[in-house]
């Protein structure tokens, strides 16, 4: 039975890469994979996914307006699909989310999405709340704070390197524009 799964962390835990490492090992046994990733992180360049490590893909985008449940079909129609793996899934709307679960459960196709669980204010994301609440398998992909313990927040920073408060939930940027943090460290905006 194929699942919809939801692999969450803060910042810098390494989602991407274990991302492309799934990616890979189904390729290397003979299967295909659609990678999608969010139409406004070009990060790596546009339609593709990166990570800090080196490794890298192509992959299709995805906006807030589109049928992800289409896409994938149209997909699957021409090549056979053994997986659908969506990273930066906290851009995804409610209505996508309900869309790849569609395609778990009537495409038969394992659906793998992984995202940031909160932003910089300790906030759900839409894509984050939806994929909480209805994937089939959820797991904390696990980076440390500064202190060595667990980070489950992300603090986001000015260009001095202070901790802001205030600002819109979605801004690109790497290790320049965000810190992952334990929970008390980010409850005392304490970078170390």
Known sequence: MAKLYFNYSSMNAGKSTVLLQAAYNYEERGMNTLLLIAAFDNR???GRIASRIGLAADADVFSAKDDVFSHVASSHENKRLDAVLVDEAQFLTEEQVWQLAKVSDELRIPVM??????DFQGK????SASLLALADNLKEIKTICWCGRKATMVARLDSDGQILEEGDQVVI???????SLCRNHWS?????
């Not at 999405?113 to 909160?118: A, E, H, N, V």
């Not at 759900?124 to 894509?127: D, E, N, Q, R, V």
């Not at 940027?173 to 810190?179: C, L, Q, R």
């Open 188 to 192: 005392q905006k304490k970078l170390g």
């Open 44 to 46: 790596a360049g546009k």
């Open 173 to 179: 940027g790497g290790n320049e524009t965000y810190v």
């Open 124 to 127: 759900l994301f839409p894509g």
């Open 113 to 118: 999405c992984f995202g940031l669980r909160t």
